[in-house]
């Protein structure tokens, strides 16, 4: 099957595709959000700029694209007719590398968790599964960002 926009205005397209701050990931965020837990997004430190990070919690949460990380039998993974050598090959790239950048965040002691995207649909279900995860509520009272309270053995300086 032959494309139907030339290729400059297929690239346009494609360009516009985000990365980030993606409906799906905006849903996950004010999930952590209503449960009170504090994260960090896309942090360069740890592989694959994990989408969301929870660092007290040592916890991960990835939001992934059914179509563009091949959720397995969703409906939304499917194969473009066209270029399908290419697609292939993307397609199994962009699974290796999730793969392995879970692999490497699992090995420096983070768990990793994945939410497809048409997972976010789900409302109720979804939130309890993040809760569950993050072990709201696990953790004392909910938190607002980072924690500047001293700890009962520090002493003020001076």
Request: glycine fraction near 8%; charge should be positive; charged fraction near 35%.
């Amino acid at each position: 099957m032959v494309d139907r926009f030339t290729p400059e205005t297929r690239s346009r397209m494609m360009s516009a595709i985000r990365g980030r701050d993606t409906k799906p990931e905006l849903v996950v965020r004010k999930i952590l959000r209503e449960l009170g837990v504090g994260y960090r997004l896309h942090r360069k430190d740890l592989p694959g700029k994990p989408d969301i990070s929870m660092s007290g919690r040592r916890k991960i949460i990835e939001v992934r694209g059914c179509f563009w990380h091949r959720h397995p039998g969703c409906r939304f993974a499917y194969e473009p007719k066209s270029r399908q050598e290419f697609w292939t090959r993307k397609f199994a790239s962009n699974v290796e590398r999730d793969e392995r950048n879970d692999r490497a965040l699992r090995d420096r002691g983070w768990q990793v968790l994945t939410i497809w995207e048409c997972e976010t649909a789900q409302g109720t279900s979804l939130q309890e599964r993040v809760a569950e995860f993050v072990g709201a509520g696990e953790h004392g009272a909910p938190s607002k960002g980072r924690d500047h309270s001293r700890k009962a053995d520090e002493t003020p300086a001076g």
